[in-house]
Nanobody, 121 residues
């Protein structure tokens, strides 16, 4: 069974940086794209960024453009989310996800367990 394992969350001051990692483990992993979502308390889950495995096309939600960068290593089945200039409103649980038959825009159908990111003001 394929699993997505996130790491790299934590507590950081506003203006700081964090790098999230997501590694696919288990039997042979194949998907079309990977992405990052986040969910803040009392809010709906939000699509943050996505990347296409083969064509490297990317997507970012407007609120993170210019601050977050999604990247990948196909050989390692690993995706990263580099988050710079963090703001308190970026505080959320961040989830890694895989789109098995779609593209960087989804649909996403395999999920990690989530990692907490807290940005203090």
């Amino acid at each position: 069974q394929v699993q997505l394992v996130e790491s790299g969350g934590g507590l950081v001051q506003a203006g700081g940086s964090l790098r999230l990692s997501c590694a696919a483990s288990g039997r042979t992993f194949g998907s079309a794209a990977m992405g990052w979502f986040r969910q803040a308390p009392g809010k709906e889950r939000e699509f943050v960024a996505g990347i296409n495995w083969s064509k490297s096309r990317t997507y970012y939600t407007n609120s993170v453009k210019g601050r977050f960068t999604i990247s990948k290593d196909n050989a390692k089945s690993t995706v990263w989310l580099q988050m710079n200039s963090l703001k308190p409103e970026d505080t959320a649980v961040y989830y890694c996800a895989a789109s098995q038959r779609g593209n960087e825009l989804g649909p996403y159908d395999l999920w990690g367990q989530g990692t907490q990111v807290t940005v203090s003001s």
